[in-house]
Structures are given as C-alpha cells and as structure tokens.
C-alpha cells in the first residue's frame, strides 16, 4: 500500500521569506505523480503543483517549486516570497493509474505566515 | 466553466438519523471521487465511479454508507444510520477520466453527528 508521510504538522514564515514544506512516500510502483494541493480555511482544495514521476525535472508554478528525490522518495514544496494569502494546509498527495488516480493524502500541514 | 458543485455545506444531525449528501461534477468529467476528511487528517478515498460504474469502493463501510451516480452525471452520497465517527468534511471531486490524473474538488459538505 502506499503511504504519504507529512512529518510537519505547522510551520511558520514571515512574509517575503521563503518556506519548506516536507514529503515524503513509500509505493512499489514506477509510473506515479505527486501533488501539492493547498486548502484555505472556506476547505475548496486547490492544486498548487504536480510532479510526474518519470519527469526528472523539479516542477515549478510561480513562487512554488518541488524538490522532486525520486530514490528517497522525497518530494518537498518550496515557496518563495511567501505572501498572507499562502495560509493554509498543504496536503502531499499521490497517485497512479492503478488506482484509477484516486488520491492518497498526507495528514497535511499548516502554514502559518506572519506579517 | 463552473466548478464541482456540492450540496448542502453544512449538517448537523443526531446519531443514528440518515443524511444524504450531492455532488454535481464539472460538465463532461467522466470521474467521480468521494473522500471524506476528517478534522485534522488528510481526505481518505470513499469511492469512486467511471460515468455510473463503481470503480473502487473497498474503503466505503457498506453496512451505513450507500452511494449512486445515476446516469453518470450527479452523485449522491448516504450514511444510515450515522454514528459519532461519520462527523467529518466530504469532499466530491471529479476528473476528465480515470488516465486524467488532474482532479477539480467541490467546496465539500460538512457533517457534524451529535
């Protein structure tokens, strides 16, 4: 089965500054993508970025970027010039074609950004 | 173009009383998710259709949980009887098809059981 660990359960930053979020997953499978999806406190989950395994290269949307470690298995977010809209929980998720790309979720983090 | 559609946002009911939850998926999505999300953990798949066919819905507990999509186009979701546990945020999402990885998520429907 696979599991999607989010080993921080709040982190905080100060506007402008830039903040890490961690990931990180266990499947047997080759052929997978990740995701970071953002859910305000209204709960509407929001896609920020997706990584799809056989890309090598770090997805990037803007002030967000992945660090995609695909043997550690290892997929972290990035935000840069953290803004106060950014204030939400980020939820890590995966899935495959196997599973008809439903997604399996971290238990997510809350980001806080102080002015 | 209008988003996943989800009604009602709130409900408060007592235990052991029955609730139904719909979804209305984006125009010509194919694919059709329930999670449910409870307070402080991330969504965790209930079932999932392809147009009116059940694709995977061995995380649904069947003795209380029903779910339809008639006609491949809206869902509804059921819990009779509902228990304290079922309190928890559902969340309908719906893709192009199950090869579209890319899911649209509704504002979701939140279920308090007292």
């Known amino acids: 089965a696979q599991t999607v660990t989010q080993s921080q359960p709040e982190m905080s930053v100060q506007e402008a500054e830039t903040v890490t979020l961690s990931c990180t997953y266990d499947t047997s499978e080759s052929d997978y993508y990740l995701f970071w999806y953002k859910q305000p406190p209204s709960r509407q989950m929001i896609l920020v970025i997706r990584?799809?395994?056989?890309?090598?290269q770090n997805a990037t949307e803007n002030r967000f970027s992945v660090n995609f470690q695909k043997a550690a298995k290892s997929f972290s977010l990035k935000i840069s010039d953290s803004q106060l809209g950014d204030a939400a929980m980020y939820f890590c998720?995966?899935?495959?074609?196997?599973?008809?790309?439903?997604?399996?979720f971290g238990k997510g983090t809350s980001l806080l950004v102080t002015p | 173009e209008a988003g996943v559609a989800q009604s009602p946002r709130y409900k408060i009911i007592e235990k052991r009383q029955s609730v139904a939850f719909w979804c209305n998926p984006i125009?010509?999505?194919?694919?059709l998710y329930w999670y449910q999300q409870i307070l402080g953990q991330g969504p965790k798949l209930l079932i999932q259709?392809?147009?009116?066919?059940?694709?995977?819905d061995s995380q649904l507990p069947k003795d209380r949980f029903s779910a339809e999509r008639l006609k491949g186009v809206d869902s509804t979701l059921k819990i009779q009887p509902a228990k304290l546990e079922d309190s928890a945020v559902y969340l309908c999402?719906?893709?192009?098809?199950?090869?579209?990885?890319?899911?649209?998520f509704g504002p979701g429907t939140r279920l308090t059981v007292t």
């Open positions: 999402a719906s893709s192009l098809a199950t090869d579209a990885y890319e899911q649209y």
């Open positions: 259709f392809q147009n009116n066919g059940v694709v995977d």
């Open positions: 998720a995966y899935s495959h074609r196997g599973s008809g790309y439903a997604l399996n």
């Open positions: 125009s010509g999505h194919a694919t």
């Open positions: 990584q799809e395994a056989y890309k090598q």
